[in-house]
């Protein structure tokens, strides 16, 4: 069999079984527009996904105000909202910045990984062309996870955390969850993987086996950390295990 009429027949049966449907010129169309009035801003698309998949829109879209960087625009159907990452493309460096700073000063010895807990940076908070860092840093799904080489006793873990957690609101910066782990041994601490930026859902690889932490910290997952830290004298807890 050819070359040519493999890749014709692979067409015809991806395009028989949806994979290659969707991405209609209109709703591509409105779909971006629609980003550019909600942000201000001016996209251009310069890639679309060959194998969409049926859904409305799911393009990569140059944006004049990012300097040229890229967003990704998606939207499933009518009934659902599109969603785009300009927001996380805008502030990221900013925001890892400030995290590093506030973790370098609050727990020098420690290893940072900071992720996004979204798919494909779409968050789950209301952003609009008013959205300011500050705002950014308040409202988001980001993830905070400081490594340690070193074993430490369940006390030194909880005020080293509470030190922590009042650096990162001092400084404005809000997290889904702020984590603190011992691991049993500084190999185990080395293996941990790390990132220069910062991560979505499907790129964060788990920070390490349960076997390979000795002790961790952690706000309890139904607070993000200001509302754990503003709730925690009416007996919410400390996650200490």
Request: with cysteine; proline share 3%; charged share 25%.
């Amino acid at each position: 069999m050819s070359l040519l009429l493999s890749v014709v027949i692979l067409c015809l049966t991806l395009g028989s079984c949806g994979f290659v449907a969707g991405n209609d010129p209109d709703k591509v169309e409105a779909a971006v527009r629609s980003m550019e009035e909600l942000y201000g801003i001016h996209l251009t698309v310069v890639k679309k996904n060959p194998l969409p998949g049926g859904v409305n829109c799911d393009v990569t879209a140059k944006c004049d105000e990012l300097n040229g960087k890229t967003v990704h625009v998606f939207q499933f159907d009518d009934n659902n909202n599109v969603q785009c990452d300009y927001i996380f493309v805008k502030y990221e460096e900013e925001v890892l910045a400030r995290i590093r700073n506030v973790a370098s000063r609050a727990l020098p010895e420690a290893k940072l990984v900071v992720n996004d807990s979204c798919y494909n940076h779409f968050a789950n908070h209301l952003y609009d062309r008013n959205t300011t860092l500050a705002d950014y840093l308040l409202h988001n799904d980001f993830e905070i996870h400081l490594i340690l080489s070193e074993i430490h006793d369940e006390e030194w873990m909880t005020d080293t955390y509470f030190k922590v957690a009042n650096a990162c609101l001092d400084d404005g910066i809000n997290c889904q969850l702020l984590a603190i782990y011992c691991m049993k041994t500084p190999e185990a601490a080395a293996a941990v993987k790390t990132y220069s930026s910062i991560p979505e859902e499907m790129e964060f690889r788990f920070i390490a086996e349960d076997k390979d932490i000795a002790l961790r910290a952690e706000n309890p997952i139904y607070y993000d950390l200001q509302q754990f830290m503003e709730n925690k004298e009416e007996g919410t807890r400390l996650l200490v295990r």
